[in-house]
């Protein structure tokens, strides 16, 4: 693909209620990242996988977060018991080698919100 | 620990104009700083990156930007705005050998470019 892709583009949803948010790298990229972006604020990191290494998942907020990576390539993030605080722009990057400075390709992001 | 400020959440340049967006770090080690821009519904793109080399650094659609270690400051500068530079620039920090849960985003300033 041309470049990193994200589904839903828009999520509403109930409080209490569990989403799925997938992410689309490019394609042979290896690293992959979750961020979140608050209004007002910067992006907050979440996850981040390195071709078949345990993700790094120190910036999952709570453990109603989880994401997985199937197969090296598409992720999906899953937050159950949606919060009204969960509320945010959910951003996906790719980048063909590891950190730090091999450049992160960024997705539009789905922006999900809570009622 | 590595932060990042940007001064100024909303900039407005008349067409033609400088544009200058501040973004001052934090950093306990050598940095490495980042300029990224995201126009409406789009993802972030790379600008321009400092990586320990040239301390000034050219970056894509005639952006530029000068890190000084005296004051803490990586500021990106466009000699004359276009009204397609309109969009919203982060800035971001990390460190040689740092990992995928080490890059530190500042909140975002937004560009508006006035014809």
């Known amino acids: 693909g041309a470049g990193v892709s994200q589904s839903p583009s828009n999520k509403v949803t109930e409080k209490g209620k569990d989403v799925e948010l997938r992410c689309d790298p490019i394609?042979?990229?290896?690293?992959l990242y979750w961020y979140r972006q608050s209004l007002g604020q910067g992006l907050e990191f979440l996850i981040y996988f390195q071709g078949n290494s345990a993700p790094d998942k120190s910036g999952l907020p709570s453990d109603r977060f989880s994401a997985e990576r199937t197969g090296g390539s598409v992720s999906t993030l899953t937050i159950q018991r949606t919060q009204q605080e969960d509320s945010a722009v959910y951003l996906c990057?790719?980048?063909?080698?590891?950190?730090?400075?091999?450049?992160?390709?960024f997705g539009p992001g789905t922006r999900l919100t809570v009622l | 620990a590595q932060s990042v400020t940007q001064l100024g959440s909303h900039v407005s340049v008349s067409e033609g104009a400088l544009v200058l967006l501040r973004c001052n770090y934090s950093s306990s080690v050598p940095p490495y700083l980042f300029w990224y821009v995201q126009y409406p519904n789009q993802g972030l793109q790379l600008l321009l990156k400092y990586t320990s080399a040239a301390t000034l650094v050219k970056g894509i659609n005639g952006f530029e930007a000068e890190f000084k270690k005296s004051e803490t400051s990586f500021h990106l500068t466009k000699p004359s705005a276009h009204m397609s530079d309109a969009a919203e620039y982060f800035c971001?920090?990390?460190?040689?050998?740092?990992?995928?849960?080490?890059?530190?985003f500042g909140t975002g300033t937004s560009l508006t470019v006035i014809p």
């Open positions: 394609s042979g990229h290896t690293a």
């Open positions: 971001a920090v990390t460190h040689e050998g740092g990992t995928g849960n080490q890059f530190y």
């Open positions: 990057a790719s980048s063909g080698g590891g950190p730090p400075t091999d450049t992160q390709y």
